[in-house]
């Protein structure tokens, strides 16, 4: 059954009255609530800084490889059995130990002889020089003729001869005596044996049995390109570069596990003419290795100081982009307006990054919120971040190398904070 009201008369102005007012209300709404019209988010806020200015070492990083300054093939000089391994591998040797036996009687008896073979050359030189002696008393004498003179002297000549060989052959085999006795002539660390004990080795071709390598300095072969060698050579006046001759020129070694550049070593030596073929210059360092933390073989980073620059300016690396078209930065401009600024970066020094080209001291630098800023966009910038950094990072103090009569003496591993790497 449908819901009916009914409404006497006395009640209908009443009711009317209540529709009015819910008519009203409901239109006051209608016109209080919100326009659907689209209202653009305010700015983003980021952080500013200006770019800081100071005076750095400049420094240029190539990428080369270890070697031992001391590596040594150990190879067999005699032929025959091994039969003696004195060592265990990785051990630590001096020069002059024993490392191998090779059957040492079979040499023994061959120098026995050449020793009895030289006595009795020696017994047959007296007996020639009596017979000679006496052949010349009585050749001045008028005793003998002086055929038997002559041959007398040729016996005794012959005789000396026979001397020197079975010395030579005597030494011969002093030497090969001494060669079954296979000896380290350098201090350090030996490998693995090649041949094991109870083999045959030979002399031709020589039987290759181990290796010993010396981990106390390391060498760090790099290469230069022509056009950064020429750079620098440009950079220095004639004076400069005599000067520099006599110069320690330091070098910092970072291994690819490194933060930073942790190893300090010493210009040792450069090539005498740049490689046609590959257009480098090929340079040297060498380093001390107290700790062997380096080895051979490895694949390292190397830095040397190539010159100062004035005024340099400095922003945090994470303020920087890259893209297809370089390396970048955004900027605030005085209307709060983000512009790109293509830059040329330079050398890393802890955080911060050496900016050569493309900005400018007053520019006011993006440091956080990169991500929310585009170019041509309006951003909202704070104050400006005021930017700091240790100045031993700029302008490490390279320790001074202990005095010696040595060229190949190294300095001692330095304590001072080193530059970090620029990758």
Known sequence: ???????????RPLFCLVMCFALLAS????????????????PPEVDVALPL????????????????????EIMAR???????????????????????????????????????DLKLREVAENKAK???????????????????????????DGSQAEIEAAKARRDEAKLN?????????????VGKTMVKQGNLVTSSPASHLTTVVSYDEIYANFSVSERAFLKFIDLQSSEEREKSKDEVVPLYLARATDEGFPFYGTFNYADLAVDQSTGTYAVRGKFANPDRKILP?????IRVKTGDLKDALLIPERATGFDQAGTYVLIVNDENKVERRDIEPGNKFGSMIVVLNGLKAEDRVIIDGVQMSRPNAIVNPGKPIELTIDDSLLNPQ??????????????????????????
Do not use: H
Request: proline letters at 9%.
């Open 177 to 189: 005596l001494e060669y079954t006795e296979v000896r380290s002539p350098i201090s350090g660390t």
């Open 53 to 72: 200015v100071r005076d750095v070492s400049i420094y240029a990083e190539e990428t080369g490889t270890t070697e031992a300054v001391q590596q040594v």
């Open 27 to 42: 239109w006051t709404a209608a016109g209080c609530a919100p326009s659907n019209e689209f209202k653009a988010p305010p």
């Open 297 to 301: 073989g490895l694949f390292v980073r």
């Open 130 to 156: 009596i017979e000679y002696d006496r052949q010349k008393t009585l050749f001045e004498k008028k005793a003998t003729p002086e055929t038997n003179l002559v041959a007398a002297k040729a016996e005794y």
């Open 1 to 11: 059954m449908p819901y009916t009201v009914d409404l006497r008369s006395s009640d």
């Open 78 to 116: 005699v032929q025959g059995i091994l039969e003696e391994v004195r060592f265990e591998p990785n051990d630590d040797v001096k020069a002059g130990d024993i490392l191998f036996i090779i059957e040492k009687a079979k040499y023994q008896a061959e120098y026995d002889l050449a020793e009895a």
């Open 398 to 423: 390279v320790p001074e190398p202990p005095k010696s009569d040595s060229k190949d003496s190294q300095p001692e591993q330095p304590t001072p904070t080193q530059p970090e790497s620029t990758s």
